[in-house]
């Protein structure tokens, strides 16, 4: 049994020459460590009597993953000092009532981020939701302003999951300068983006990045060559340890539920990763749950500190 934050060398059932001291990436134990940090800077604002963050967020009907994430989030406000407003919306919300209320936290100098938790129910466009949230309040980092600027090195709103997995590099100090990163998956909201930051030219990044997607013919030839792999495509184990070469960094984003009767919630999570063969490969890798998962919400408190302070 692996132990978190430890150097671990798998023994048994693989060949020595494979055999590699590899270290997890312990997102739960960075992201304590950058809410922390949030937390001081907090309590320092109150001192000075400047504006505490507020979140704003939108859950919409009843999704069981949704009701985690936003729960997390608020927990997360909660413990740092932040202010959060948690707004319920039935599943049969129509869009205009969703904009209306989206109109009213943009207007709501109080509210420095809003999030809309996705997926959104069908017949609401999430381009139109995207859209109508402020890009100064817009701490997901997923409106077309945020990234533009984002692309072109400027200023944003980084989206919050790639920004997490940037410091959780940064925390370990892992050398991208030059490395290979393949990234599998080329959604909006991870492996576009993560694609961008990897690539630009100041750390983490000045990576040479290729992105591979459903229509990548060769994909285990170009994940062999990944100095650094980000694993960003939702199929559960999906990357396997004939796909990695000895000594890469591996970051797991995928998060699925599958059926576990084993276990009291019927499901068990699952990420992109063959996480028991492709460890002993590895360097670095994430575990699931406990690598991207609480780095993104570390990013999003990030997010929403820098909302508020940019109103000093
Ligand atoms: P998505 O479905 O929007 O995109 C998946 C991408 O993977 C697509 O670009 C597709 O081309 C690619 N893909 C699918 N099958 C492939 C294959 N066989 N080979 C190569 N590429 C393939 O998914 P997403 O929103 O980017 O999320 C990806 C995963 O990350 C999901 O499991 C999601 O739950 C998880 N996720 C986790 C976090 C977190 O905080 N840890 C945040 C966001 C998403």
């Known amino acids: 049994m692996m132990r978190k934050g430890e150097n671990i060398i798998f023994g048994c059932h693989f060949p020595r020459l494979y055999l590699c001291p590899m270290k997890l990436l312990d997102g739960k134990l960075v992201s304590q460590a950058v809410k922390d940090r949030l937390k001081t800077q907090t309590d320092e604002r109150m001192l000075q009597g400047k504006k505490v963050p507020h979140l704003a967020a939108i859950l919409i009907g009843n999704n069981g993953a949704s009701e985690t994430y936003v729960a997390s989030k608020v927990k997360s406000c909660s413990e740092i000092g932040f202010k959060s407003t948690l707004i319920r919306l039935d599943a049969d919300v129509t869009e205009q009532e969703l904009l209306f209320k989206l109109n009213e936290l943009n207007e709501d100098f109080d509210v420095d981020g809003i999030l809309v938790q996705l997926p959104l129910p069908k017949g609401i466009s999430e381009q139109k939701i995207i859209e109508t949230i402020l890009p100064s ?9 945020s990234v533009g600027r984002m692309v072109q090195g400027l200023p944003a709103f980084y989206p919050a999951t790639p920004y997490g997995i940037l410091l959780l590099l940064e925390h370990y100090g892992i ?5 290979h990163a393949v990234v599998i998956g080329r959604s909006n909201i991870v492996g576009r983006p993560i694609s961008i930051m990897l690539n630009k030219n100041e750390y983490p990044g ?35 340890a004939d796909m990695v070469k000895h000594g890469a960094v591996v970051v797991d984003v995928g998060i699925t539920r599958v059926a576990d009767d084993s276990k009291k919630s019927g499901f068990a999570i699952k990420g992109d990763v063959d996480f ?7 360097s670095y890798i994430t575990p699931v749950p406990g690598g991207v998962g609480p780095m993104t919400i570390a990013a999003l408190m990030m997010n929403t500190f820098k909302a508020c302070a940019a109103k000093d």
Do not use: M
Request: with cysteine; charged share 25%; net charge negative.
């Open 206 to 240: 000045n990576c040479t990045v290729t992105v591979c997607h459903s229509h990548t013919p060769n994909l285990k030839e170009i994940c062999l060559q990944g100095d650094i792999i980000i694993a960003a495509l939702g199929r559960p184990e999906f990357l396997k």
């Open 276 to 282: 028991e063969n492709v460890a002993p490969l590895c």
């Open 137 to 145: 309040k817009d701490v997901d980092g997923f409106h077309p302003e």
């Open 175 to 179: 050398e991208t300068k030059g490395k």
